[in-house]
T-cell receptor
């Protein structure tokens, strides 16, 4: 149980285009989803936290107008990188939490990640 | 200063060696602590949680010292398959804060 999928697993796009990444919890209801970014040889950095049905909370330094997050259902969150530029090339990873089941442990289940390359 | 700091890598060790990773965290409000493993170009996977009393899972032993805000991971009898990046992670207010990771390479 507790499987999280991401789609696509990799994407190459031209500078200036927008890219949408989907994160799905396959066998549980994800009350909260998190979006991380990881540059080569660096740590995972939390970009934003999204709770189902409400606006995402962005970490300091993350542009909310550039990284649009939607969490419209308990099993799906999307991250749209708008007007992508080469510096947005990174590994984007989502995680999901079932706060009702994992109240004590705050366990997060990670998706396999999406590798974005902007040319 | 980063909120979670780890030993700089890489660690290159022979099979069978014992290797120790250290980690410090700066925010005393951190609530829970973990070691994750990340293979190249993959997502991080939970290796083990870390408790104040210390805990062991097979060849892996984790320790937490809240007073000094220090976390450690010991790997005994290392295997080739242990080669990966080990991430020290703290939970602060429901958010996971990741260290940069320490790369381990186990050689035959």
């Amino acid at each position: 149980g507790a499987v999280v999928s991401q789609h696509p697993s990799w994407v190459i796009c031209k500078s200036g285009t927008s890219v949408k990444i989907e994160c799905r919890s396959l066998d549980f209801q994800a009350t909260t989803m998190f979006w991380y970014r990881q540059f080569p040889k660096q740590s995972l950095m939390l970009m934003a936290t999204s709770n189902e049905g409400s606006k995402a909370t962005y970490e300091q330094g993350v542009e909310k107008d550039k990284f649009l997050i939607n969490h419209a259902s308990l099993t799906l969150s999307t991250l749209t990188v708008t007007s992508a530029h080469p510096e947005d090339s990174s590994f984007y990873i989502c995680s999901a939490r079932d706060v009702f089941r994992d109240l004590k442990t705050d366990t997060q289940y990670f998706g396999p990640g999406t590798r974005l390359t902007v040319l | 200063r980063k909120e979670v700091e780890q030993d700089p890598g890489p660690f290159n060790v022979p099979e069978g060696a014992t290797v120790a990773f250290n980690c410090t965290y700066s925010n005393s409000a951190s609530q829970s602590f973990f070691w994750y493993r990340q293979d190249c170009r993959k997502e991080p996977k939970l290796l083990m949680s870390v408790y104040s009393s210390g805990n062991e899972d097979g060849r892996f032993t984790a320790q937490l010292n809240r007073a000094s805000q220090y976390i450690s991971l010991l790997i005994r009898d290392s295997k080739l398959s242990d080669s990966a990046t080990y991430l020290c992670v703290v939970n602060r207010g429901g958010k996971l804060i990741f260290g940069q990771g320490t790369e381990l390479s186990v050689k035959p």
